[in-house]
């Protein structure tokens, strides 16, 4: 007796969709398309890109439009919809680069021997809000809350490479002049920016050396900075700046888009 061997409409044999929903699948392949295209397609280059044929792509795309994840212009042409554009922004809000900053952090800390923590900018200037200290290392001139200076920390000079001069000089107005350091020259700035990391040894510790880094959210902007304060001998020995330049273009990767 012969059977028939069912092929579902993307190509691929129906037992080895059996997991999934499949008309889920393909409408989420045709608005994955979508969202990837230079601009709208008319219906032969989606079931092109999409790999079926016209009348799937057709019957798809209209049960797409009328939930308002796709639309249609005058000229026939598709793009992404109203409702899928609503899902994106709502989706990048639920997304909080500090807290995807902190779990590494806290990894990271339990790695390494240094404390590792994430700073944000507020008016006062970079302000720890997530701070773990390591079992291996138990000197640490940082505290959860604490208002760190601007030109003479790591933290200071990785948000003075990234965020607007009229930004900075607020902060500097109201941090005293021997607390916030001198500050740095562009080139400095320049340099942090085309490292992605900055490295400082702490001024009162001449053996504890603090490294900082940028994480970024989706629209490009940094959001937050990575940070750790170890010994010296051993940051070079364990590799901190590697792995902290690691953990920061992880946490950018997860907070922002593809």
């Known amino acids: 007796m012969n059977v028939r061997r ?3 409409d993307d190509g691929q044999p129906a037992a080895k969709r059996s997991a999934t929903i499949q008309s889920v699948s393909i409408a989420f392949r ?14 032969g ?23 308002r994840l796709a639309a249609q212009d005058e000229l026939g042409r598709y793009d992404l919809g109203p409702a899928a554009l609503s899902i994106g922004v709502l989706a ?16 990271l800390s339990a790695r390494l021997a240094a ?19 390591s ?4 000197i640490s001139t940082v505290s959860l809350g604490d208002v760190l200076p601007l030109d003479s920390t790591a933290c200071g000079m990785v948000f003075q490479a990234h965020l607007p001069g009229e930004v900075i000089t607020a902060a500097r107005r109201r941090q005293p002049a021997a607390f916030r350091g001198t500050q740095p020259a562009r080139a400095e700035l320049a340099a942090v920016r085309e490292a992605g990391i900055a490295e400082l040894d702490e001024r009162l510790f001449r053996q504890l050396t603090g490294k ?10 940094i959001a937050c900075v990575v940070t750790t304060v170890s010994h ?13 330049l690691d953990a920061a273009r992880h946490s950018t990767s997860d907070a922002g888009p593809p």
Do not use: K
Not at 121 to 128: K, V
Not at 135 to 138: D, I, L, M, W
């Open 135 to 138: 079992a291996g290392f138990t």
């Open 212 to 221: 900082a880094a940028p994480v970024f959210n989706a629209l490009g902007d």
């Open 115 to 133: 404390s590792c923590g994430v700073a944000i900018w507020t008016e006062r200037g970079p302000t720890i809000v997530r701070w773990y200290r």
């Open 232 to 244: 010296v001998d051993v940051a070079e020995a364990e590799g901190h700046r590697a792995a902290l």
């Open 45 to 67: 280059e989606i079931a092109r890109r999409g790999r079926t044929g016209t009348s799937t792509a057709h019957r798809y795309m209209r049960s797409l439009v009328q939930e």
């Open 92 to 107: 990048l809000r639920r997304i909080e680069p500090v807290e995807i900053a902190a779990r590494a952090m806290r990894l």
């Open 6 to 8: 069912q092929i579902s």
């Open 30 to 43: 045709f608005l994955d398309l979508l969202a990837r295209a230079e601009g709208p397609l008319v219906l």
